[in-house]
């Protein structure tokens, strides 16, 4: 988790200059706010990542001396079925293709 704080902390302070080097060069406040709301997007997660990341264990991605062996994890057996996947979105992507493509064809026309 120390590796996507800093990553996250790092973005947030790069949008904060540019909120604050677009906000006093163009005097327009929705653009301001806009980069204030991702600035603080970025601080909010990478501060509370930063927070765990102090109070837990270290991981092995964040371990540079960690082994591949260490890094794999628990295997757990898959749970899609052998007959392929079966889930609602995937029953109804042929009816949204067709939706689709008839509801195009008439507004091209």
Known sequence: ??????MLLALGTFFGI???????WSLENAGGVMMFAGMLLCFLPGLYYYWWSRRM??????NPQATREEGA???VPSRVPP?????PVSARSPSCCRWCSESGS???A
Request: overall charge positive; proline content about 10%.
């Open 83 to 87: 007959s392929g996947p079966s889930s």
């Open 73 to 75: 994890g628990v295997a």
């Open 18 to 24: 540019m909120c604050a080097v677009y906000w006093n």
């Open 1 to 6: 988790m120390k590796v996507e704080a800093k």
């Open 57 to 62: 264990p270290t991981r092995p991605e964040d």
């Open 106 to 108: 008439w507004f091209r």
